[in-house]
């Protein structure tokens, strides 16, 4: 039966050293997420994020994966999220999905994918449809 979680949260990104040359020069960032959710979801997450942009205003890339510890509506354990996201010219869209048998102690086999809302004052909310076996 697929459920929804709710919430808002905090996240801290920070910009890491290109891990090549041919990563800088090609304008690839690396950065270091840091997450602290509330609501349904009350847990944190780390993770990585590889971001391109390019010569025109408002387009980029990215990919990311992050691993999310907590309570998910009383039940204890993991997840890894995978991100896949794009901005063309100023309009989103984004992809988080619930890595594959990622799911831990009471979380094992868990399925679904997850909405981010970013208002505009920055304020981050989410929206997790998922299914428990």
Do not use: C
């Not at 950065?31 to 944190?44: R, V």
């Not at 590889?50 to 039940?75: C, D, F, I, P």
């Not at 890894?80 to 102690?105: A, Y």
Request: hydrophobic share 35%; net charge negative.
């Amino acid at each position: 039966m697929i459920q929804h979680a709710t919430g808002k949260f905090d996240v801290k990104v920070t910009p890491q050293q290109p891990d090549s040359e041919a990563a800088r020069v090609a304008n690839l960032g690396r950065m270091s997420i840091e997450k602290q959710f509330h609501g349904d979801l009350e847990a944190t997450s780390s993770g990585e994020m590889l971001a391109a942009q390019t010569e025109v205003k408002g387009s980029a890339g990215y990919v990311a994966m992050e691993r999310v510890v907590g309570v998910l509506r009383g039940r204890t354990g993991s997840i890894v999220l995978q991100h896949i996201g794009t901005m063309n010219r100023g309009v989103p869209e984004m992809s988080v999905t619930v890595v594959p048998d990622s799911g831990t102690g009471e979380l094992k086999g868990i399925t679904g994918k997850m909405t981010i809302t970013i208002a505009p004052g920055g304020e981050h909310s989410f929206d997790f449809e998922y299914d428990l076996p």
